[in-house]
């Protein structure tokens, strides 16, 4: 890389460096080319969404991750503005209480600048997952004993899984969980029955994870099209499991096994994707 390059970079950086610092994040080749767009809106005295808009790539993230980029560039706009000449040489002839007001106002937004500074790594959690689970979309009536039997043979192979209730903190709400294991498991074990295709939860984990364009494991459990869950099913692996007895389970996990390591050929929906839940860590 030359030293013209280098300097380049450098600049950017020491400019947006909270921007900067969400961009590498999410688009780890692109984020040049990006910030250089972003830095000729704000230069030529756009706000930070109008900056963004400009900006097709951006508009496939998260939502939660786009609305923390927003702040971390508005805050960079703010740092930017504060470095030209001071907004009190426009308040000379103003009333004393106006000028007093004038600089509450850059107070809040400085201890607002230091609260986002915070949370930037927190959110990147939940837009970049980094660890690797299966999330196993059940019913938890019928097949929640032959969801757990399967879940303790795989975790026993070295898979790590999150399946509902097991894994529900002690006295946390059940939509907020599970919407939130969605969101971040790395692949979906779906145990296809009649209750799972009427079940509403079952239906938002695979819209979810669907959109997201992770791996689908559909385990079938009755002779039913997928597509009847989710027509982005049909590009995902499934497995037929009919009539079978639960003390079969071994050969059921070590057929899973033989496709969870493969890459998938599903593709991401282009459909909006959904916005992840408020960060809280991985699920236990």
């Known amino acids: 890389m030359g030293r013209a390059k280098l300097l380049e970079l450098d600049r950017l950086r020491n400019k947006f460096p909270r921007a900067h610092k969400v961009l590498v994040q999410l688009f780890e080749v692109a984020w040049l080319s990006i910030l250089r767009e972003l830095e000729s809106a704000i230069d030529a005295g756009a706000t930070a969404p ?4 400009k900006v097709r790539v951006i508009r496939g993230i998260h939502r939660a ?3 923390l980029l927003t702040d971390c560039l508005a805050a960079d706009r703010r740092d930017i503005l504060k470095r030209q000449p001071s907004f009190l040489t426009s308040l000379f002839d103003r009333p004393f209480e106006d000028i007093i007001a004038a600089v509450e106002n850059f107070r809040v937004a400085d201890v607002q600048v230091e609260r986002l500074d915070a949370e930037i790594s927190r959110v990147l959690a939940v837009a970049r997952p980094q660890e690797r689970f ?3 979309s059940h019913d938890t009536k019928l097949t929640g004993a032959m969801a757990l039997s399967l879940v303790k043979k795989l975790e026993a192979e070295g898979e790590r899984c999150w399946i509902a209730p097991r894994d529900l903190p002690l006295g946390s709400n059940w939509n907020s969980e599970l919407y939130r294991a969605a969101h971040q498991c790395t692949s979906v074990i ?9 079940s509403r939860m079952v239906q938002a984990e695979v819209d979810i994870t669907v959109s997201r364009g ?6 079938k ?3 039913e099209d997928v597509a009847k869950l989710h027509l982005g099913l049909r590009t995902y692996q499934n497995i037929e499991w009919y009539n079978r007895r639960i003390d079969e389970l071994s050969v059921l996990v070590s057929a899973l096994l033989s496709v969870m390591h493969v890459k998938p050929v599903a593709t991401p929906s282009p459909s909006s994707r959904a916005p992840p839940h408020p960060p809280r860590g991985l699920p236990r």
């Open 65 to 67: 991750a786009l609305k």
């Open 214 to 219: 992770i791996p689908v494991y559909c385990v």
């Open 50 to 53: 109008k900056a963004l808009k």
């Open 221 to 223: 459990l009755i002779d």
């Open 190 to 198: 779906l145990l296809m029955s009649e209750r799972a295709m009427n």
């Open 134 to 136: 299966a999330l196993v």
